[in-house]
């Protein structure tokens, strides 16, 4: 896809060959439908083929990060398993794509962050959050195994023990909290957080980009290592929506209640 292609990603390119990413879909908190669900996975090999790209930073548009999949279209999805399979293989794509991306990849999480959207702040190289900014992996609170990211980077960033608590509970964290425990790189003040994104990245810029991108290409190994984790997960994930709790679940949000999963009767 070349960049006049994408829908819901704006692309500005500055000095030091950084791309600052935009979500842009503000009127519902850059929630991904299907298709920005798809731009999410197809932007890294864009940039991956952009020369003149050697780093990337993305944020938000309005007062959210991304607060995941539109769920909305996902109640579409029950019971429907080509759907469900194809989107579980999208969501696998978007942490591989940018997994094997060499060029670094910075996350400005400049508000509300889950599911999807969750998964390419964390999936990011490098991830700056603001102090207030409200993240949870909520997947447990609609029925559904932690699929996305979670399960596999997790652990990696904040141990087994954190992992294990936010996940089992989708508790929400807020930016201070995130960086506590390990989960993100960075915390700023809200009005300074994609300011530092694109200083930190103007400097990445200026390094040398081979020994850069291959020292990126190494870390990542810790991920690849991982990856059995995050194909299960997906697969649990989508199995889960063939289940009566993910219908409970799903409808439980929509209808602003908390939800009475069948299988707790």
Known sequence: MGYDDFRY????????GVLLITINRPDK??????????????VWLTIKDDPSVRVAVITG?????????????????????????????????????????????????????A?????VALTADISII???ARVTDAHMNIGVASGDHAAMV?????GLPKAKLYLLTADIINGREAERIGLV???????????????????????????????????NHWLR??????DLSVAYEGLNFMEPDAQEGLNAFLENRKPLFPSTR
């Open 9 to 16: 990603l704006t692309f500005e390119h500055q000095e030091h």
């Open 61 to 113: 548009a309005g007062r959210a990060f991304s607060v995941g999949g539109d769920l909305k279209e996902g109640t579409e999805t029950i019971g429907q398993i080509d759907q469900v399979i194809a989107t579980g293989e999208e969501a696998l794509r978007i942490v591989y794509n940018m997994i094997h991306l060499d060029k670094p990849i910075i996350s400005a999480i400049n508000g509300p962050a």
């Open 130 to 132: 603001a102090e207030d």
């Open 115 to 119: 599911g999807a959207g969750l998964a």
């Open 29 to 42: 908190l850059n929630a991904a439908n299907r298709v920005l669900h798809r731009e999410f996975a197809e």
């Open 225 to 230: 290592q991982a990856a059995p984790v995050l």
């Open 185 to 219: 790189s960075m915390c700023k003040p809200k009005d300074e957080v994609l300011s530092s994104a694109l200083e930190l990245a103007a400097r990445l810029g200026q390094k040398p980009q081979r020994a850069l991108q291959w020292t990126k290409r190494c870390l």
């Open 154 to 158: 997790w652990p990696l960033y904040c």
